[in-house]
């Protein structure tokens, strides 16, 4: 069964502190998509990243970092020197490859509340 | 621009009521999708539909109904049966077949009064 686990349901940070929030999947495909979304209050869910499953190095943009590790199944997502803006919710997501073609769809984890303090 | 329109934002009902949420993309998607969002359960998947006139049930379809008879538009009704219909309601679309994620409209919040 494919499943995306958030543990961390709230995180409060003061701001220009470090938060990395935990993602962990349970798939049994080879080939698969794992993806970050942020949700800020108007409701929105915006695309952060994807990254395919043999592709295996972190990434950097801006004040966020991926750190995407196999051998324990897990796709974290850090926050550099917080920013009230940042204030969120953050949601994981899977998407197996469909080898019949049809569409992929996302599975997402039940989200993290990340509150940055002034 | 490109992207997805959700409408209404806000939404009202009276139980026994059905109720049609709108969604329109003018992004050329294939694929189209309807979720639902509760506090503390993430997002739960409704119906989804790979092309027109197609349409598959999510993990939570009971309640629920769809139609896509166009490309651009994929309403989601939501029925009388539906026990619990208060949450928040996100469409979203992709090109099918690829991995590039969805692109998500703003929701529609539905209460029932």
């Known amino acids: 069964a494919q499943k995306v686990t958030q543990a961390q349901t709230e995180i409060s940070v003061v701001e220009k502190e470090d938060v990395t929030l935990d993602c962990v999947y349970e798939?049994?495909?080879?080939?698969?998509?794992l993806f970050w979304y942020k949700q800020p209050p108007s409701g929105e869910l915006v695309f952060l990243i994807r990254?395919?499953?043999?592709?295996?190095q972190n990434e950097i943009s801006g004040r966020y970092s991926w750190n995407f590790q196999k051998s324990t199944s897990s796709f974290n997502f850090t926050i550099t020197a917080s920013q009230v803006v940042d204030s969120a919710v953050y949601f994981c997501a899977l998407s197996e490859f469909n080898y019949g073609g049809a569409t992929n769809k996302l599975i997402f984890g039940t989200g993290t509340l990340l509150a940055v303090q002034p | 621009d490109g992207g997805i329109t959700q409408s209404p934002k806000y939404l009202f009902r009276k139980e026994g009521q059905n109720v049609t949420l709108s969604c329109e993309q003018n992004?050329?998607?294939?694929?189209m999708y309807w979720y639902r969002q509760d506090p503390g359960q993430g997002l739960r998947l409704i119906y989804y539909?790979?092309?027109?006139?197609?349409?598959q049930k999510g993990d939570i379809a009971e309640g629920y109904s769809v139609s896509r008879e166009k490309k651009e538009s994929f309403p989601l009704t939501v029925t009388s049966a539906q026990k619990n219909p208060t949450a928040f309601y996100l469409c979203a679309s992709s090109m099918d077949r690829d991995n590039y994620g969805y692109t998500f409209g703003s929701g529609t919040r539905l209460t029932v009064v």
């Open positions: 990254r395919n499953s043999f592709d295996e």
């Open positions: 992004l050329n998607h294939d694929a």
């Open positions: 539909s790979q092309i027109v006139n197609d349409f």
């Open positions: 798939t049994r495909d080879t080939t698969y998509y």
